[in-house]
């Protein structure tokens, strides 16, 4: 696969999240003489008020939250999937609120194919009495790079990092259908917000689009943009 071209992936993915209202940090696409750059603000550091010098605020991954090795990350390596993710949530202390991020965001990262969803790219601050959901981060959408070419990877062969339900485990992002997101949910109690988060969901695609659009530089590969655009405007005919 091309990477070439994953900082402008990144960033163009990184601003749809928040067209979609979801949570992600500040992002930049920066050169320093011949070397691109893809320069994200942390999250999870603060001035301190007053004060001269920056505080880190207490995070953790899923992985570490829930007691599971980095190198199980990806639930087809013995790590939390979806239904994990929900239940975890569950003790937030904005539950309903982080249960029902979580779900667009599985959503949306299906609609861009992004699949580097793991349970290191999901994390929770740690605050008194319990934590809560952190933006969003590190989402490349694979639409650029799907194909039968060279450097592509046939459609058919795309995994998610973590599975729908029906009878069995569906990783394989081609072959999930919306019965398996309603199977899924049900394992968790969340099958109530499945309609409504996804009729909101899919209502504000073309308005997403037309919102970044207007946001993208002049020299940014068109490939890039209209690959991930049409990607997206096309599994979301798959979801309605």
């Not at 992936?9 to 979801?22: D, K, S, Y």
């Amino acid at each position: 696969v091309d990477l070439s071209t994953s900082i402008e992936n990144e960033w163009l993915c990184m601003q749809l999240v928040r067209a979609f209202g979801l949570r992600a940090p500040n992002c930049q696409m920066l050169r320093f003489q011949d070397q691109r750059a893809f320069v994200v603000e942390r999250f999870d550091r603060q001035l301190v008020k007053g004060a001269r010098w920056w505080e880190r605020l207490p995070q953790e991954d899923f992985c570490q939250a829930l007691g599971v090795s980095s190198n199980q990350k990806y639930e087809s390596n013995g790590g939390p999937g979806m239904v994990d993710g929900f239940r975890f949530l569950r003790a937030s202390l904005q539950a309903e609120q982080d249960g029902r991020d979580f779900l667009k965001a599985q959503i949306l990262y299906w609609m861009l194919a992004a699949p580097d969803g793991h349970a290191k790219n999901f994390s929770v601050f740690i605050k008194p009495g319990g934590f809560s959901l952190t933006p969003f981060y590190d989402v490349i959408s694979a639409h650029p790079f799907l194909g039968h070419g060279r450097n592509q990877v046939p459609t058919q062969q795309l995994t998610m990092a973590m599975s729908l339900r029906g009878k069995n485990k569906h990783y394989r992002w081609a072959e999930m259908q919306p019965r398996h997101w309603v199977s899924t949910l049900q394992s968790c109690g969340m099958q109530n917000e499945w309609q409504a988060v996804c009729h909101d969901m899919l209502a504000r695609v073309d308005s997403a689009i037309s919102s970044v659009e207007k946001k993208i530089p002049a020299d940014f590969p068109e490939a890039v943009r209209d690959l991930i655009f049409a990607g997206l405007q096309s599994a979301g005919k798959k979801l309605s």
